[in-house]
């Protein structure tokens, strides 16, 4: 693990989160948002509209968390998702979502993705 500025390092446990849940923004901004309001039951239009993303990458988002198992599809006719994580991923989201806070974690968990998203386009 290398050290940053404020001394804040990712473990592995978080690392392994991200790569394996945190493919893309989208998906970033959907967990924290189903983090910050555990509650709610939509479907993708209103979802992109509260996270303020397109629907289209809303939906791709919302179907990889919940093939995932960290949402769940309430109702496949209306596509009704809620979040209903086992309990070591919602354990692992409190941690992601904590991380964001601090200013180091945020940019090295950024870093972490761009590389992900630049091994996804070369394929």
């Known amino acids: 693990m290398s050290s940053t500025p404020n001394n804040v390092q990712l473990d592995e446990e978080i690392k392994t989160f991200i790569k394996e849940y945190i493919n893309s923004f989208a998906v970033w901004d959907l967990i924290v948002f189903f983090h910050h309001n555990p509650n709610v039951y939509d479907n993708p239009k209103n979802?992109?509209?509260k996270v303020g993303r397109s629907e289209e990458e809303v939906k791709t988002a919302l179907e990889e968390l919940a093939s995932k198992k960290v949402l769940n599809l309430k109702d496949e006719s209306s596509l009704v998702y809620s979040f209903e994580p086992p309990?070591?991923?919602?354990?692992?989201?409190?941690?992601?979502?904590?991380?964001?806070?601090?200013?180091?974690?945020?940019?090295?968990?950024?870093?972490q993705v761009l590389k992900?998203?630049?091994?996804?386009?070369?394929?």
Do not use: C, G, N
Request: aromatic share 2%.
């Open 47 to 49: 979802i992109a509209i």
């Open 87 to 111: 309990k070591p991923i919602q354990e692992l989201t409190k941690k992601f979502v904590r991380l964001l806070s601090d200013r180091s974690a945020r940019l090295q968990i950024v870093s």
């Open 116 to 123: 992900q998203l630049q091994k996804k386009t070369k394929r």
